[in-house]
């Protein structure tokens, strides 16, 4: 859970007080809570510290859910930078990861789940994690287009789609496909080639 | 909403008896009760029906729901059977149509959003309409490996999500996305081509 406890800020025992938050709010959930029941108030008395203590490190319930969602993930990878076909591969495969990484865990799917009926909490994590996401890959693209790794006057946004969806489709909508390694590659050397018979 | 009232069966009024129902179950979901506190019970004395004559349609409350949520869907589509390339389209369009009327209905965005949280609702949905689709979409594609559409060597399962997977992000993950007329034949061509920079 490598981005929770960002820690320090000077204060003492500030990381266990942290955890001892985190902790409060994964035993809640644990406990069958759903998330629109949870409130700061609850999550102040599970951990046993006043509400403050928790506003004074997240603005709100979403953003102190989306950090715990977001600790699961591996951090977010670094581009090698020397070819399109490379970076998509590694985008491909963080988010191959991170479905690997939920799967493990039923109260992480549980969270997922249940996410798309909580706007704020959806729009929260659109913001912080997919969005940022998605500019990297637009990035990636363009540069590929520049370079000639990627057909002239394709349209970037389906393109786009055309790489993560197939990983995306596997990672949230089927929890019984296959997300072996080397998915990422196999997927960004298909839809490079296309599925038209050659020759 | 098509396949709900099959109605028939010889019994008369029993038309008016499944509207009634269904009726009683979107006022429920319009009252803003979640899926999970809706029972039969509930439902039948919303509807000013007894249990017996909701078990006598449906085996339960999965079944009745999802048949409400088929009856937004267009009937499942017949496929031309001319070429692959044009059984894909005619597949990717009816998700595209679905994803459209969904959009434009609340109520069935929210039953959707909860679904996932529910799996007893996620499975008979899965049973009765996605694996369905899924077979179609393979044995179109079997039979363009067959005829020479495909590239030989291809995986169905993976050469399946290069396809839906596109489209599936459009209408489930990203409700703000275009889902233009056209963006089904603009996947399936994109997909047989490839990204690749020709010549």
Request: charged share 40%.
């Given at each position: 859970m490598g981005h929770i406890a960002k820690g320090g800020r000077g204060r003492p025992r500030s990381e266990a007080v942290e955890r001892s938050i985190v902790e409060g709010v994964l035993k809640l959930i644990e406990d069958g809570e759903p998330l629109a029941e949870i409130s700061i108030e609850r999550i102040a008395r599970t951990a046993g510290v006043g509400k403050a203590t928790i506003y004074r490190r997240w603005s709100g319930k979403e953003e102190l859910l989306v950090d715990i969602l977001r600790?699961?993930?591996?951090?977010p990878p670094e581009l090698p930078g020397e070819s399109m076909r490379g970076d998509i591969i590694v985008c491909l495969e963080h988010l191959r990861r991170r479905g690997v990484n939920m799967r493990s865990s039923a109260l992480l799917h549980n969270v997922f789940a249940q996410m798309k009926s909580l706007p704020k909490l959806w729009e929260a994590y659109h913001a912080t994690v997919i969005e940022p996401q998605r500019r990297v890959m637009r990035e990636v693209l363009r540069r590929g287009m520049e370079n000639g790794e990627l057909r002239a006057g394709t349209d970037i946004a389906l393109a786009n789609d055309l790489f993560v969806g197939p990983m995306l489709v596997r990672t949230?909508?089927?929890?019984?496909d296959p997300l072996d390694e080397g998915l990422a590659e196999q997927i960004v050397d298909t839809v490079l080639a296309g599925l038209r018979p050659t020759g």
């Open positions: 600790g699961v993930d591996d951090p949230t909508l089927r929890s019984d």
